[in-house]
């Protein structure tokens, strides 16, 4: 979501564009990444866990082998956000005040839609229990598991986003318009790897919760492959289209666009790497 808004934000005015990458690495540094750390513990937790009760409703529906209807639910929320995104900015003329509000508004559809599928789907009768006081218990267990999850996420975090700060530091726009550009780039691809990685660990999970663990030693050699060949295929991306990826952020500044190709070949070595 955050991709489709920085490329709206482009096509509005440079200084709106970089306005938006700043508040955008400023909530990643201290809101999501403390965030996806918490979800760690579920990670580990979660998958192996059949009738235990999920505050998550997204692993929720992960944990019972269930993705297609995620996928759709996802799809939706993003054309909300891009359909809000035009609506707001070309339409409204909110400006910058319209990406926070296009995102929050579109990620309400997504956990509606994500209820509303528990509700009328049929897996809620078997793994969905009442809340009740176990739900306060082994609270210790969660923590340990998200502590260490919160501390590398934010580092994580913070290795790209305080490369836009820093730019943002430099005397020239140009600056910080190439490297909020390859950032959006990088974490585009870095997300599809993610997905796979996601998917691998609720498998493995599954198959090491049910007592098989040559299923889950299988799993993890596919994952390991399936990362390698991701690889692959991100950095021919880069380096075959490096060349006008910047003309998708509409940058047209002939000393900004070089910068951001150069960079972009940095973000290709990065993978190799």
């Not at 059949?50 to 639910?73: A, D, R």
């Not at 730019?167 to 490297?179: P, V």
């Not at 909020?180 to 493995?204: D, M």
Request: net charge negative; glycine share 6%; with cysteine.
């Amino acid at each position: 979501m955050f991709f489709v808004s920085q490329i709206f934000m482009a096509h509005t005015s440079e200084m709106e564009f970089n306005a938006a990458s700043l508040a955008s690495s400023t909530y990643e540094m201290i809101g999501t990444s403390i965030c996806w750390g918490v979800h760690f513990a579920a990670d580990t937790l979660l998958p192996q866990c059949f009738e235990g009760i999920s505050l998550l409703l997204q692993k929720y529906i992960c944990t019972n082998g269930i993705t297609y209807p995620l996928v759709i639910i996802n799809l939706i929320g993003n054309g909300i956000n891009a359909l809000l995104h035009y609506i707001l900015i070309y339409i409204v003329h909110l400006g910058i005040r319209a990406p926070p509000i296009a995102i929050t508004i579109a990620y309400i559809c997504m956990i509606i839609c994500e209820i509303l599928f528990i509700r009328f789907s049929s897996i809620y009768k078997e793994t969905w229990q009442p809340l009740n006081r176990d739900c306060l218990r082994e609270w210790s267990t969660y923590l340990r598991l998200s502590a260490p999850g919160i501390l590398a996420t934010m580092s994580e975090s913070w290795a790209f986003e305080l490369g836009i700060l820093f730019a943002a530091r430099l005397n020239s726009s140009t600056s910080l318009i190439a490297q909020s550009v390859a950032y959006q780039i990088g974490i585009f691809l870095f997300l599809i790897g993610q997905s796979f990685a996601v998917a691998s660990n609720i498998r493995i999970g599954q198959y090491l919760g049910a007592n098989k663990p040559d299923e889950a030693k299988n799993c993890k050699n596919i994952a390991y492959t399936m990362g390698i060949i991701i690889v692959l295929i991100d950095m021919i991306f880069i380096y075959s289209t490096f060349q006008w990826i910047p003309l998708i952020f509409n940058i047209s500044d002939p000393d900004a666009l070089n910068l951001t190709r150069n960079i972009l070949l940095v973000v290709g070595q990065q993978y190799m790497i």
